[in-house]
């Protein structure tokens, strides 16, 4: 069964292989006048390139720089009817735009030219054609036909970022065939992330979470994965104007403000997940013990009121710091206070 189905795929392909070398006289002008409009729209700013066309999606050779003829991409839905939808329905198969594949070499424009592929009958390692395989081929190669185009934008700093320094692919993330939303390999950024990323994993199901695993956040609204001038890259300036965009009410400027909230969030705070609610790091009082003593409150976990202590009566409570919200059941303001008389954030 897979005897023949192997032979008569060989005669199906010489057919196709002849056909194509016909297509391809066919497809060479509407490539041309691709190439052109992408110049015209390049003196405009419209293109995404930044690296002339070439440096690793030359037209008219094959993924090994061998001379090679474009086939078009009628001829290679022959045989890779799959790949030609996935494609197809991908933003990359709009023709009207130029600054795609389509507008340019369509499948070629990533795989190389498939003259040699074609005419040798299709097949793995016939005829020089890119697989973007990591096993295949280098990860500067893979990147470098991506790069070709996405130079800019959110890319922009993709060279020496953590993920660039850390050898990470496009096509570890993205899949361009077939791939979700965003062509990402995963149904969800959460998934696509944590495949690699376990330990966030583990503090998004901690009790106390940004709403990620709930679909109200994902990654991307703080990180940008390809790529930012602040560590851990984070897509703002600083780690609190990431907050501020969306707690705004913290930014203030308050009247008395507290030092460590203006410095960084991240004081007090963890981004993903803890078990202290608010997503506190340290649970109350400790959290506030890392650096206020306490003089003028009582230190120990059992102790006695004032009055009681006066009295010399041995009733001994757990003092209010320890209870509920602990040393925010009066300083209620931890972030600031505009109050005449919210010094100690009382109000
Ligand atoms: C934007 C670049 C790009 C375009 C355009 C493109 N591909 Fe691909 N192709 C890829 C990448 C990247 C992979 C690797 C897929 C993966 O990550 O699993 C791939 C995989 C493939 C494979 C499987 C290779 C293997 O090793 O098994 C085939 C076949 C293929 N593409 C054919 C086509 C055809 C046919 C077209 C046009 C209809 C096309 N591709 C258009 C980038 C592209
Ligand atoms: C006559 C049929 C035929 C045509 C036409 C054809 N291919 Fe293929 N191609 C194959 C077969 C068969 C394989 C082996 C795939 C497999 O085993 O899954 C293959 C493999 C590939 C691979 C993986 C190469 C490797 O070395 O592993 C790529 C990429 C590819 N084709 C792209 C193209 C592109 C782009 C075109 C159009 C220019 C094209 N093919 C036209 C039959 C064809
Ligand atoms: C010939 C230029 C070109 C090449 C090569 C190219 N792209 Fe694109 N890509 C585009 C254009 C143009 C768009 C549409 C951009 C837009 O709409 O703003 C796009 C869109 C995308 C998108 C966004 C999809 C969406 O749903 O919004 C992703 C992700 C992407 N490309 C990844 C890749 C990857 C990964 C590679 C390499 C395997 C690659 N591209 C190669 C030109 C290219
Ligand atoms: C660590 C995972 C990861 C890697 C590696 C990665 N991306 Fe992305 N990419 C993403 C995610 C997640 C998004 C979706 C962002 C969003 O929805 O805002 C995205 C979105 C994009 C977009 C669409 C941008 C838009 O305007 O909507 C393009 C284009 C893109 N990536 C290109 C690339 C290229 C080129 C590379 C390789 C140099 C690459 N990506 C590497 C995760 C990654
Ligand atoms: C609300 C903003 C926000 C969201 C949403 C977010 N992060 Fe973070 N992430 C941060 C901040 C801030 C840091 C810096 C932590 C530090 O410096 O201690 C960070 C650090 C990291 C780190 C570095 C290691 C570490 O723990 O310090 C990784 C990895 C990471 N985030 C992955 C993710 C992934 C994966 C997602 C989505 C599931 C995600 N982040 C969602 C804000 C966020
Ligand atoms: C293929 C594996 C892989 C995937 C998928 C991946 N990462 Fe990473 N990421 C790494 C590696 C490796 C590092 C280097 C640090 C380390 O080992 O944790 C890293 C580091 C980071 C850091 C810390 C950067 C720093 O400067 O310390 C952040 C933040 C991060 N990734 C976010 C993301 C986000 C968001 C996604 C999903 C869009 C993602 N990662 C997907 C492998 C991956
Ligand atoms: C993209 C928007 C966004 C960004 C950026 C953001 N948050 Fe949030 N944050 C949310 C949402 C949504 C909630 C859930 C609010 C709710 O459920 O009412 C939340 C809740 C919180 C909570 C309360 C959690 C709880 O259990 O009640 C804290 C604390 C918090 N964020 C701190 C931060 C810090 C610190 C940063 C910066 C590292 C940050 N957030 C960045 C959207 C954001
Ligand atoms: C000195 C420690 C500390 C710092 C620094 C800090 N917080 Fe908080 N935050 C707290 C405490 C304690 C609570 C719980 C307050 C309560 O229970 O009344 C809290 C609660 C929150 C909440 C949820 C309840 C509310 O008030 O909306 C958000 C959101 C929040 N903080 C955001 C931030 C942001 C954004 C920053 C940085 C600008 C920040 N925090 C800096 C200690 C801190
Ligand atoms: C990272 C260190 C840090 C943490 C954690 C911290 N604080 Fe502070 N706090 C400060 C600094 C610094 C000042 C300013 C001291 C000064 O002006 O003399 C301050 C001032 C105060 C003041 C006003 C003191 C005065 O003399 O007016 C109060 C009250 C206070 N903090 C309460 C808290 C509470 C409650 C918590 C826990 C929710 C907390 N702080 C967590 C560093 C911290
Ligand atoms: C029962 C209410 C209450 C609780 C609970 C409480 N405080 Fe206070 N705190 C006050 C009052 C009232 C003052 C003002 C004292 C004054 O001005 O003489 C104060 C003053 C302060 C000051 C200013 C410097 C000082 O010692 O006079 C700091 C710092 C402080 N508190 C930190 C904390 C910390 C940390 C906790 C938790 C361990 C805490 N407080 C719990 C009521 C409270």
């Not at 507290?258 to 991240?266: I, K, Q, S, Y």
Request: with cysteine; hydrophobic share 30%; glycine share 10%.
């Amino acid at each position: 069964m897979e005897h023949r189905s192997s032979r008569s795929l060989r005669r199906w392909s010489m057919v196709l292989a002849a056909l194509g070398l016909l297509q391809a006289g066919r497809w060479l002008p509407a490539f041309a006048a691709g190439e052109s409009n992408v110049n015209a729209a390049s003196k405009i700013g419209l293109t995404a390139m930044e690296t002339p066309p070439g440096a690793w999606s030359a037209p008219g050779v094959d993924g090994n720089g061998q001379p090679a003829e474009l086939m078009g991409p009628e001829v290679c839905q022959q045989c890779h009817w799959d790949r030609f939808e996935s494609y197809e329905n991908s933003p990359h198969g709009l023709a009207l735009d130029r600054r795609t594949p389509a507008g340019r070499q369509a499948c070629e424009t990533c795989h190389g030219a498939g003259g040699n592929h074609v005419a040798g009958g299709g097949g793995r390692g016939v005829g020089g054609m890119r697989t973007f395989d990591l096993e295949k081929m280098s990860v500067e190669a893979i990147n470098g036909v991506c790069l070709d185009c996405h130079s800019r934008g959110i890319v922009a700093l993709w060279h020496g970022s953590m993920h660039q320094s850390r050898n990470l692919s496009c096509v570890n993330c993205h899949n361009v065939h077939g791939g979700h939303d965003k062509l990402l390999r995963e149904p969800s950024q959460p998934q696509l992330c944590t495949t690699c990323h376990q330990q966030i994993r583990a503090q998004l199901l901690r009790p106390s979470h940004h709403p990620i695993r709930e679909g109200k956040l994902v990654c991307t609204d703080c990180h940008n994965p390809h790529g930012t001038a602040t560590e851990r890259l984070i897509s703002a300036t600083t780690i609190n104007d990431k907050c501020y965009e969306c707690h705004a009410e913290k930014r203030g400027p308050f009247v008395f403000e507290h030092p460590p909230v203006r410095e960084n969030c991240l004081n007090c705070h963890q981004p993903h997940g803890s078990s202290h609610e608010p997503l506190l790091k340290l649970k109350r009082p400790y959290l506030c013990q890392r650096c206020h003593n306490t003089l003028g409150h009582p230190s120990v976990l059992w102790a006695r009121s004032e009055e009681d202590a006066a009295a010399g009566r041995s009733v001994y409570q757990l003092p209010p710091q320890l209870f509920m919200r602990s040393c925010t059941n009066c300083h209620v303001n931890i972030h600031g206070s505009n109050h005449p008389s919210g010094k100690q954030w009382h109000r």
